[in-house]
């Protein structure tokens, strides 16, 4: 067990750019515009031989109620609730603020470990807010600056007395199945990994847009181990709009490419949009299992008739990924979320599946005898023998002459063939096309 930190105080004093600097990646969405940051974020951070767990979290406002913000800043506490130790941030720059003294009130009635941070220290003129700081009540401030990277010193030796007594954990054999969960703002993502997770991890609303950075968290469900991103929504790109937006749509990109299988979520209730299965298309593009989940049946009328419109536009909009699996389910109501995780790892298995070559070619020869490959220039495309080359997606192997004169149209013939023969419906294959060597070009 590692222990864990939590990154809390007001906005806009430096928290994501602390966080990343301890993580070692950009992975928290960072802006001068205040909230950027709204749901708790996870990581592992290194600092020096120091390993340990870390939140970066939404800066914590006054405001009570159910407001978005009030949510937010329940989340931040929620961090500060499981961690070890708290990392309390301010602005040497701005000096310490009434938000600050009522923020470390609240921390001090909480009863944890506080570490207090004077953050943005480069250059001159922030000594005056050190010694501000000590009214707070945490002890000798720190002087840090994250962007920079100074002061890095001093964090280690405040964060080393937390993890002395925490031994570290063993090395799992394998990874967790990575999943993340995408689609258009509003469909039901954050509210879905709540009820995945059994917790209120996410922030959730009718507002459009709450979620902003891909969260991840880690779960354990019927023995396998999970780690679940929650995505920010993907509009279509000419709706996207403002950078926080951008950057958001791009880390939920980069979830994507992360992933090893995605859930596409689409709410049921509305008309199925283009811009649904285009999702789709983007998934396989990258190559990663995919599986459709409808959201929100439970406000579907007509369900079959539904469930049957879906199924033709993934025909219409999506003949090279046939078979898709759908799944129909209700987060508010808690239904159909096994079916949906069993569905994953069905999926997964057919991405990781491997078929024998002896197989891949009986099934060739027979698939060539129905269709034989086209002659472009009166010569006649000649497949000898086929190979898997490699699995995550399933890429196969092609060996003859003038393979690089397919046309794409046989190609897809050849991949959903492959599809219907080895249930690998869902699923990308790639095809790598090798020909043979001209004994008679010199090298040309």
């Not at 978005?68 to 499981?82: G, H, K, N, P, V």
């Not at 099934?363 to 080359?389: C, D, F, M, V």
Request: contains cysteine.
């Amino acid at each position: 067990m590692t222990a864990s930190v939590a990154i809390m105080g007001r906005p806009n004093v430096g928290k994501s750019t602390l966080f990343n600097r301890l993580v070692g990646r950009k992975i928290a969405l960072v802006d001068n515009q205040p909230g950027v940051t709204r749901d708790r974020r996870e990581g592992e951070a290194r600092l020096g031989d120091l390993r340990f767990r870390i939140f970066d979290t939404a800066g914590l406002d006054s405001v009570r109620g159910e407001s978005l913000e009030a949510r937010m800043s329940a989340q931040a506490e929620t961090a500060a609730d499981i961690a070890d130790v708290v990392l309390f941030v301010i602005d040497a720059r701005a000096g310490v603020t009434p938000s600050d003294r009522e923020f470390a009130a609240r921390l001090r009635r909480r009863g944890k470990p506080v570490i207090l941070v004077a953050n943005k220290t480069e250059g001159r003129g922030h000594e005056s807010a050190l010694l501000e700081a000590y009214e707070l009540g945490f002890g000798e401030p720190l002087s840090v600056s994250a962007e920079h990277g100074e002061g890095l010193d001093q964090l280690y030796d405040a964060i080393l007395p937390y993890t002395e007594d925490k031994p570290a954990a063993d090395a799992p054999e394998e990874g967790p199945l990575r999943l993340a969960i995408i689609g258009q703002p509003n469909a039901g993502k954050s509210t879905l990994v709540n009820v995945i997770l059994g917790e209120d991890r996410m922030l959730t609303g009718p507002e459009a847009g709450i979620t902003r950075d891909a969260i991840s968290s880690d779960f354990e469900w019927r023995g396998q181990r999970i780690r679940l991103w929650d995505t920010a929504g993907i509009r279509r790109k000419s709706k996207v709009t403002g950078k926080i937006e951008k950057l958001a749509v791009s880390d939920a990109l980069r979830a994507i490419r992360f992933a090893e299988c995605v859930v596409v979520l689409i709410d049921a209730s509305l008309p199925i949009e283009r811009q649904d299965l285009a999702l789709c298309d983007l998934v396989a593009d990258e190559g990663r299992a995919v599986v459709l989940a409808l959201s929100k049946w439970d406000l579907v009328r007509e369900k079959q008739k539904k469930l049957r419109e879906v199924m033709s536009d993934l025909e219409d909009v999506l003949p090279e990924i046939r078979g898709v699996p759908v799944v129909t389910l209700s987060a508010r109501q808690e239904k159909g979320i096994d079916k949906l995780l069993e569905t994953v790892l069905v999926a997964m298995e057919r991405w990781n599946r491997r078929i024998p070559t002896a197989q891949v070619n009986r099934w060739l020869e027979a698939a060539i005898e129905r269709n034989p490959p086209p002659a472009p220039s009166g010569r006649r495309i000649k497949i000898r023998y086929g190979t898997q080359a490699s699995t995550r997606p399933p890429t196969f192997a092609l060996f003859g002459n003038q393979l690089s004169k397919m046309p794409e149209s046989y190609i897809r013939y050849l991949m959903n063939g492959l599809r219907e023969s080895f249930d690998l419906g869902g699923v990308p294959i790639r095809f790598s096309l090798r020909g043979g060597k001209n004994p008679f070009d010199k090298g040309r």
